[in-house]
């Protein structure tokens, strides 16, 4: 007895200490604060073996990659070390719940960083998922500005999926001329259209002068890369083992192109979309557009004396840009060993119905949060490729958007009259509207104004797209929503009329936080507006938001509880609280 | 009498109505206020026939010139229309009493100004002379951000010296490599150097891929130019009429080159310096410095029939940009006719001897301000090029610049303890420090302190030179002070020594806004602290700046009246009044 009570005892300490140390470490039992110290700096780094500057953290290049459990807060102490440029970073899909002035998006949700200073990101990651983050003022994410964020379930809990082993690729697309060039040619009058992008990366890695693929199986001149492997540009191998299911993270932070991955001999089973769940499907290649994060399992069921190809190659725009491969290696096979058959060939960058049939194979995974069956609000945005003043332009309801000065958060929390225009932003375009067909009239106007939602209504927004301004053209574009997920109840072609609605589905729409319009179509969204904050809703393709693809969304800012001074220290909210120092 | 009293009657009217409008545009009489509405802008722009980015202003490169009368006040409303860089602009050469906030350097005078937002710079211009003006945060004025600006006699007032005409010259050094990535490359382990400027510009014109003059008189294969003449890279031709006396000024905002001017054939007469009258005086050639203005007269007294070269070339580095040309064109001689001498061979690179020559010949004109005999405080500054962390950098005695978040102004005026640190810079280096020699350490820190100068006090600057890390080299260094103008008490070789105070000129030494140390050699400098503010005192090398080569004087803050709040909302100044606010 005093032997088992003694083991009681010490037991009961053990488990006393620990309580109080979670305790100490966070509210909520378990759950820990994450701290990280970054320094934002411009270096030179070669992404595809051509010498460049990219925006690095702490000298690296994509920016570290944040690991936690979901529960935990994340604290990123980030110090702009830029010369003369702010600094801001959105964590993509992290919905910020009580936090919305940490969302990281500079003229939303705070004041770009200045450089010199630092700007403290406190939030939590409230579910496990596959997320990334990335700058958000100006082109700076096409600067390479990102990085991944990968949250695991808390301990004790487990995916309702098996795997063995998991790998992560983070997609971007490079560009050899610099980001802030790149905003001057798409300000410029007469446009300048910056082009395709010279490589595509994975984990930052791609390669410009040669293919890792022979010559014989890629429709170029290049020359077959030779690497020792500590280049900057080498690619990242996966190493496998035979007869195992492994889970790969892929997100795409590209600026502008939509891709396609595929895995040679390897079907790909899709698992995790955006952090939510999806009802398990398989597919033998997938698309991921800008802003989506997809989870998919692969298993190596293929001849393990062999090594496979992992190719990305460029959909919905002419391809200009070389298929990225990396190589799927099987142990005990020498990972130098090349695959002996060619590089899996994409779907033509144009064939959209192979697109929409992935799109629709998306589904939530049973016993998933079902959307409310009817909406208080519904928005249609009309995106359209426009001209104002002779410089081209994107526009929603004919208003392109022009970020403001203040940050909407602190000028609508504090109720600054002049920060922003008061007048709503339309919530239609005209009937007789031609989505069809070149406008007419192509003329829009600037603007800032804000969708206000009520706090816990039900809102529906219908994406609607429409020809460009070239006879025939109608691009992709993946919509993005701050600070929520919402459900993607369908798409369609043409333009959405009420009749459409019937083939709403309500069952199980799956939860994303990006949604991508297909030329001529639609696409429908619902959300909850439970988030007090203010949020961007844009065109996840970088240029299109420079241009003014975007709009503001605001709810609930009366519950945000007082906002950090330094996400505040500019424009009207700046000069307001100096003011009323009135030194 | 009647006709004569009605005369008198509306004369004394219209006279009365031009007092109330004078006094209704400034209480002081006759003195005008001058608005000028700026957007700064990244543009495309071929300053030297070669297409590339500047930063230009209302569409301008290089900026407006701006032309008021001595007594005017300016007011420049700004607007930041850069994507995501702030902005500032120093009014170079004007004291700025009473206005230190519109000084325009970033970290001591004010916040940057955001990218959307305005900041209104008014300022009394109160002496006549020939100043510019540039961007003074991170490296833009490399980047194009400059102009001229001339400040005439007010009405009634002659200048001492006579002429008929006059012309402009503002000179600049152009990259083909953005400022953005110069600034990577000094920032860089291992170091990168910018390398010599491709092109020298004359009103932000020049030509890289050929030459004005025919290929026997230079010594490269560049072809002859061809122009329309309304390229923004043809050259500016200076048409005179025969036997007419012509004022031009010159001015240089070179980031890094070191210049000499000459008009072929005809005798150059110095008349002004940096806003200063001088004792006249003839050359053939002179030297101009990054951050220095001239005043020049030279008679048309060649031959009417012909047309002479006006030349530029690079000093006191061996020179790799060619010698920039225009041409001075007699009436009524065509404009298209080259001159039939070859271009003025300008002195050797090193001949340091020439280039003291010149230094030397500067005094001030009969009847200047003289400074006060005897200084109540002297500061020896040391140059010298050193590492840190393996970092590139140069240091005054030994702390290499790194400016605070926090502009000194707000911060001293303030009191906030930690905004930069409290202790003082040193005012002298190891008596044993031999200057003639690479440094046996060449380590140095980081330092941000103030030199705290008592108001009203004299004070004697020593610049003293040194070798760099490479043996047998030492830099020119023009170095210019804010908030004043200097005398310039005299030049030594070697290590200043006490004894060196009995050569002073205290009887006409030029007052100026910068001065150049010479290689291995010492300058004495002179002024009064009688200006309440803080003042930056650097090296005009936009790249040795930015590597940490200067230092801040401040003087009399607290008689500073209530800084505009638009100047303090970054850093710890934005902070403590949001604190202060308590929201």
Redesign the interface.
């Known amino acids: 007895m005093i032997g088992f009570s003694d083991t009681f005892g010490s037991r009961a300490t053990i488990i006393f200490l620990f309580i109080c140390l979670a305790l100490v470490q966070n509210p909520a039992f378990g759950a820990k604060t994450r701290h990280f110290k970054w320094a934002v700096e411009?270096?030179?780094w070669s992404p595809d073996c051509v010498e460049n500057?990219v925006i690095g953290i702490n000298g690296q290049f994509p920016g570290p990659t944040i690991r936690a459990l979901a529960g935990d807060t994340i604290s990123v102490e980030l110090t702009n070390k830029l010369?003369?440029?702010?600094?801001v970073i959105h964590w993509h899909g992290i919905r910020q719940f009580g936090t919305p002035w940490a969302d990281g998006a500079a003229?939303i949700s705070q004041?770009?960083i200045?450089?010199?200073?630092t700007f403290v990101y406190r939030f939590k990651v409230d579910k496990a998922g596959t997320y990334f983050y990335h700058g958000h003022?100006?082109?700076?994410r096409s600067g390479g500005l990102y990085g991944s964020l990968i949250v695991d379930l808390p301990e004790g809990e487990k995916e309702p999926f098996h795997y063995d082993g998991e790998f992560n690729l983070l997609l971007s697309d490079w560009w050899h001329k610099?980001s802030?060039?790149q905003?001057?040619d798409l300000?410029?009058k007469p446009f300048?259209w910056i082009g395709e992008p010279q490589t595509l990366l994975m984990n930052g890695r791609g390669q410009y002068n040669c293919s890792l693929a022979a010559a014989q199986f890629i429709n170029s001149s290049s020359s077959i890369c030779e690497f020792r492997g500590n280049e900057p540009c080498a690619p990242q191998i996966l190493h496998v083992h035979p007869n195992k299911t492994y889970r790969l993270r892929v997100t795409s932070t590209t600026a502008l192109a939509s891709l396609n991955l595929a895995i040679g001999n390897h079907k790909l089973v899709v698992v995790e979309a955006d952090g939510n769940y999806v009802q398990p499907f398989s597919v033998d290649d997938m698309d991921i557009y800008s802003g989506e994060s997809y989870s998919i399992l692969f298993t190596t069921d293929q001849d393990p004396s062999k090594n496979y190809w992992i190719s990305l190659s460029v959909r919905g725009r002419e391809p200009k840009t070389p298929q990225a491969l990396t190589i799927l290696n099987y142990f005990p096979t020498s990972a130098s060993k090349l695959p002996t058959s060619p590089p899996p060939i994409a779907p033509l960058w144009n064939d959209y119905n192979h697109s929409k049939a992935f799109s629709n194979k998306i589904h939530a995974r049973m016993g998933s949060a079902k959307p409310p069956t009817t909406y208080d609000h519904r928005i249609i945005l009309l995106s359209t490729q426009n001209r104002i003043d002779g410089y081209t332009k994107w526009a929603i309801n004919n208003v392109s958007l022009v970020?403001?000065?203040t940050p909407y958060l602190g000028s609508i929390k504090?109720g600054l009259k002049n920060a922003f225009d008061h007048k709503n932003p339309p919530e239609d375009f005209p009937s007789d509207y031609d989505v069809m067909k070149q406008a007419p009239n192509p003329n829009s106007t600037y603007g800032n104004g804000v969708y206000m939602l009520s706090f816990n209504s039900t809102v529906d927004v219908i994406l609607q797209n429409a020809n460009a301004l070239a006879a025939n053209v109608s691009d992709i574009h993946p919509w993005h929503l701050h600070g929520h997920a919402f459900w993607v109840l369908g798409y369609g072609e043409g333009k959405f009329t009420k009749e459409d609605e019937a083939k709403f589905n309500l069952k199980n729409p799956p939860l994303r936080n990006t949604a991508v319009i297909f030329p001529y179509g639609w696409t429908a969204l619902r959300f909850v507006a439970d988030n007090p904050g203010v949020w961007a809703f844009h065109c996840h393709i970088e240029p299109h938001l420079h241009m003014g693809m975007g709009v503001v969304f605001a709810e609930g800012v009366d519950r945000v509880r007082?906002v950090p001074?330094?996400a505040?220290?500019?424009?009207l909210t700046?000069?307001m609280?100096?003011?009323?120092?009135g030194?």
Chains 1, 2 share one sequence.
């Open positions: 411009s270096m030179y500057v010369n003369t440029e702010g600094v003229s004041c770009a200045n450089p010199g200073e003022y100006g082109m700076q610099s802030q060039l905003e001057v300000s410029s300048r970020l403001p000065a504090y007082k001074n330094d505040l220290t500019c424009g700046g000069k609280f100096l003011n009323n120092k030194h």
